[in-house]
């Protein structure tokens, strides 16, 4: 058989195998896997690109070592799912590397991370100044968790005794220059209302809005096709907010 059939018979099905696996695995965020994730990631898709393209072997010995590595993947998922104390040792647990404040050396030194790893991540946080700290946890996918001192936590409406009306989750109304008229009724609304509120936008037709969406609070967003913003040669020449 044409070597170039051969990989492309392989390929097939390693990128077939690698879907269904990961189905079957549940699927994370990058920014969720733990070390271990990773690395079985990376291992289970090694596995696959040989079986695509080493022709120097057959091919089931790859794709009985991918189902292998698969299993035991899913395998710990289930321990991990029923046995806490399992889970503990296989994903890790998280970890408070400060505490009121002060930073835990010894925890640090256990997790073999620097403190200027530390303060890289809190400056991803928005944090900038450790004494706005209160607590840091470092969690096992390798994120941290930040909780401020009182003083420097944000004000809320709470805060001010305002009570406020809730948002909501915005529900589309129009895309593409197409009305949901599903969604309308499920927020109380009619096209006439909708039409109404474009026309009071300067919009004639629904065919010139890319996106409408309106919120429990009412708020309606509305975004045309053609945007009358005015054309920036430079980066320079804008003085909006940036």
């Known amino acids: 058989m044409n070597e170039g059939l051969v990989v492309l018979v392989r390929a097939i099905i390693g990128f077939f195998s690698l879907l269904i696996f990961a189905r079957i695995l549940g699927k994370e965020q990058i920014s969720q896997l733990t070390f271990f994730d990773y690395i079985l990631g990376i291992t289970i898709g090694s596995i696959a690109s040989e079986l695509t393209v080493d022709l120097s072997s057959r091919a089931w010995p790859h794709w009985v070592g991918l189902i292998t590595w698969a299993s035991l993947a899913y395998l710990m998922e289930i321990i991990s799912l029923k046995w806490r104390y399992a889970a503990k040792y296989i994903e890790g647990e998280p970890a408070i590397v400060i505490m009121n404040g002060r930073i835990m050396e010894d925890v640090l030194r256990k997790m073999k ?8 991540l809190l400056r991803n946080k928005g944090v900038f100044d450790l004494n706005e700290v209160d607590y840091v946890i470092m969690e096992p996918n390798g994120q941290i968790s930040v909780l401020k001192k009182s003083e420097h936590l944000p004000l ?52 010139e809005v890319f996106l409408a969406t309106l919120n429990d609070a009412g708020s309606l967003y509305v975004d045309k096709y053609k945007d009358n913003i005015k054309k920036v040669k430079d980066i320079g020449d804008y003085k909006g907010p940036y």
Do not use: A, C, H, Q
């Open 113 to 120: 991370i620097r403190i200027s790893d530390i303060m890289v």
């Open 156 to 207: 809320t409406p709470k805060d001010m005794n305002i009570s406020v009306s809730p948002t909501g989750i915005s529900t589309e109304l129009i895309y593409d220059g197409e009305i949901f008229e599903e969604n309308l009724r499920e927020m109380n609304k009619d096209t006439k209302w909708l039409m109404k509120e474009l026309k009071k936008r300067g919009i004639k037709d629904v065919s």
